[in-house]
């Protein structure tokens, strides 16, 4: 690969710039409450944001890849951040977003192509499985240091609200990502430290871990138990039940939103 080609595959794409441009402008509006309906612009600042980081989780696992031994990532466009160069474009972020709009849950998406045969050594393929998910505790953890830092003054309740959901979304991601089940993150940071005759059964059913996961969260009993752990976390973090329900409800602009939240955001 001489050096132009290489420069030019690891270019960011004008499609994640693009997203980066709806991301800042949609928050600016957010914050000063430019919009006309702030429930549709926090929708496209949630929106835009969440794909963001849906990026940025799958950009972290081909750098790790490379770091560690794969350079077919490199030509695959993986590194330049655009979404559409994907080897499942329909799990990485179409099904993410519909789950995001359908029920405001940050949904592991998959994914880029790694080739496992490139890469020597246990910790190399554990850190690869792990990179993605670690880059939604960050995003995470910058959505909250406002409230756990204590630096809300200031703040308009509308972005106040919004980042609440938005980390709801990243610790949900991060959450489900680290599951030891076949076909998710968890499980490609445990594997290389199993038994080959192990891994040999769980195989044939790695493809379906995905959707077994999503099928078990419409089970009451399941949803109930996660999303207990999912609130506690958050109220660790500072990120009360209220700022993120109503950040919840803002964002679904094509419903009407609680008085509670609509009059704290002055709608």
């Known amino acids: ?9 690891r270019r960011i794409s004008p499609v994640f710039l693009g997203i980066l441009a709806v991301m800042a402008v949609s928050g600016w509006a957010v914050w000063t409450d430019f919009a006309a309906s702030p429930g549709l612009a926090v929708f496209l600042f949630v929106t835009a944001s969440w794909v963001v980081s849906l990026c940025l989780h799958e950009y972290a696992h081909a750098r790790t890849a490379l770091h560690s031994g794969d350079a077919s990532v490199e030509a695959r466009g993986y590194l330049t951040l655009n979404p559409l160069k994907y080897a499942h474009a329909l799990l990485s972020i ?63 309740m509308a972005f106040r609200f919004a980042l609440g959901f938005l980390a709801l979304l990243q610790v949900t991601a991060a959450l489900l990502n680290l599951l030891p089940v076949p076909g998710l993150d968890g499980y490609g940071v445990v594997e290389p430290w199993l038994s080959y005759n192990f891994r040999r059964k769980i195989e044939p059913y790695a493809p379906y871990g995905f959707f077994i996961v999503i099928a078990l969260l419409f089970v009451p009993v399941v949803n109930d138990a996660f999303f207990d752990v999912i609130d506690a976390l958050l109220r660790g973090l500072g990120v009360s039940d209220a700022e993120r329900y109503c950040g919840w409800e803002l964002y679904r602009f094509w419903q009407e939103s609680p008085e509670l939240c609509t009059a704290a955001v002055g709608g």
């Open 1 to 9: 690969m001489t050096t132009a080609t290489a420069r030019r595959d």
């Open 94 to 156: 179409v099904l993410p977003v519909l789950f995001v709009i359908m029920g405001g849950i940050g949904l592991p998406g998959g994914a880029v192509f790694i080739d496992r045969g490139r890469i020597r050594g246990r910790w190399k393929h554990s850190l690869i499985s792990a990179a993605g998910p670690l880059t939604n505790v960050l995003f995470a953890v910058v959505c909250t240091a406002p409230f756990w830092l204590g630096a809300l003054d200031g703040v308009p």
